[in-house]
């Protein structure tokens, strides 16, 4: 019987539950956002204490630090008042908020994301698509760039699962 210390453990659970938020707080991603960023920071930090490869941790810091980035501006311009439409702010205000929609999705389906996150990614990433086209079933000119981007934001986070889920397969079945 192989005993399994509480160090050995933790890191491991720090991963899932960060992994957990980073789905369930990408349901609604605004309100989501403060569910999503400390979900990104448990996976680095668990990443980190489980010693994991470098490359691997490099890459888990670089998501939580897109997502920090790009969390902070949607913080601050929703602050004041949100951008495009009456807010007086230019919708160009609104590509400070990419790099935290890139980070989630690189999240989801990067190197070592577990096949239940891959196929929970996906389904999340379907409610995206979703989002964007009831979007544009009210449009208004002031949403239709926001519809676009979800919808990008969904498809881009598919085809990275699929592709992941393909990789590991084909590693799977030569091993």
Same mark, same amino acid.
Not at 6 to 29: K, Q
Not at 125 to 134: H, N, R
């Given at each position: ?11 491991? @659970?720090? %991963?899932?539950? &960060?992994? /957990?938020?980073? *789905? ?7 309100? $989501? #956002? ?32 897109? @997502?920090? %980035?790009?969390? &902070?501006? /949607?913080?601050? *311009? ?7 439409? $009456? #807010? ?42 979703? *989002? ?44």
């Amino acid at each position: 019987m192989k005993s399994t210390s509480y160090s050995s453990l933790l890191p491991r @659970v720090l %991963v899932v539950l &960060g992994d /957990l938020g980073m *789905l369930v707080g990408a349901i609604d991603p605004m309100e $989501g #956002s403060a569910v999503i960023l400390p979900g990104c920071g448990l996976v680095a930090l668990g990443t980190y204490l489980e010693r994991g490869e470098r490359r691997l941790i490099t890459y888990r810091v670089l998501v939580f630090i897109l @997502v920090a %980035v790009g969390v &902070g501006a /949607l913080w601050a *311009l929703s602050s004041l008042g949100g951008f495009g439409g $009456g #807010s007086g702010h230019s919708m160009w205000w609104g590509m400070l908020i990419l790099p935290y929609l890139i980070g989630w999705s690189m999240g989801i389906w990067g190197p070592g994301s577990p096949r239940w996150m891959l196929w929970l990614g996906m389904a999340v990433s379907l409610w995206y698509l979703a *989002l964007a086209v009831m979007v544009q079933l009210h449009p208004r000119p002031s949403h239709n760039l926001v519809s676009v981007v979800m919808g990008a934001l969904g498809l881009l986070t598919i085809g990275g699962c699929i592709s992941r889920l393909r990789n590991q397969a084909s590693t799977s079945g030569t091993s």
